[in-house]
């Protein structure tokens, strides 16, 4: 039981150039998170999707896109990347019940923009 | 939507005394409201949470109180111990589909 495995770790872009962050989660979880984490600014949600099909705006969309693939990957996809977009991207999930969600998180993935 | 502040920014203590953290959220409609504990290089973890049908829990030296008419909550930490060194973030569920975290407060413990 791996729990939330996201890919790479690593990396670092050109402006300009795309890359898809992957993510996958063995929990059988309904739902699935993408974070941005920037110093002194915290956790920032990029999109979540509550379940399979489904995808929703977070606070900090703009510059991304995603696909919830299955109910076990949801991928990140950088279009044009820009400096701005520098940080530490974790993923995460929840299995949805009751008044709120448990939510694990992937170990985080360092992308660096230049 | 949502909007999670959390005070201090930073927070230094002596090893064995008491640390509080406090948080205030925005939308009424929150229900949930977890902490992370996230060391150096590591992602975070939930440490304590708490739901709005309850007032306080306590989980050995820590707890979480909560007052959802002042739509305010706090973490207190006692007897602190070096390894409790790391940043800790608040966070509010205004749905059961996402959580909104507070900006984290970086937490050192000195022996």
């Known amino acids: 039981n791996a729990g939330v495995t996201q890919t790479p770790k690593f990396q670092v872009l050109k402006t300009g150039q795309s890359m898809t962050l992957q993510c996958a989660q063995d929990m059988n979880h309904n739902s699935m998170y993408w974070y941005r984490q920037d110093p002194g600014m915290g956790l920032r949600l990029i999109y979540y999707?509550?379940?399979?099909?489904?995808?929703d705006k977070g606070e900090v969309p703009n510059g991304y896109n995603v696909s919830r693939l299955n109910k076990r990957e949801f991928s990140l996809r950088l279009e044009s990347a820009a400096p701005s977009q520098t940080s530490v991207y974790f993923c995460a999930s929840s299995e949805r019940r009751g008044s709120g969600n448990t939510i694990y998180f992937g170990e985080g993935s360092w992308l660096t923009v230049v | 939507g949502e909007n999670v502040e959390q005070h201090p920014s930073t927070l230094s203590v002596q090893e064995g005394d008491s640390a509080v953290i406090k948080c205030t959220y925005s939308?009424?409609?929150?229900?949930?409201f977890p902490w992370y504990k996230q060391e150096l290089g590591k992602r975070p973890q939930l440490i304590i949470d708490?739901?709005?049908?309850?007032g306080e829990k306590k989980d050995q030296r820590i707890a979480v109180t909560l007052n959802k008419t002042a739509k305010h909550f706090s973490l207190h930490i006692t007897e602190t111990q070096p390894e409790d060194s790391a940043v800790y973030f608040c966070?509010?569920?205004?749905?059961?589909?996402?959580?909104?975290f507070g900006t984290g407060t970086r937490l050192q413990v000195f022996p």
């Open positions: 999707s509550a379940s399979e099909g489904t995808t």
């Open positions: 939308d009424s409609a929150s229900n949930y």
């Open positions: 708490i739901r709005s049908n309850v």
């Open positions: 966070a509010a569920s205004p749905n059961t589909d996402k959580l909104i």
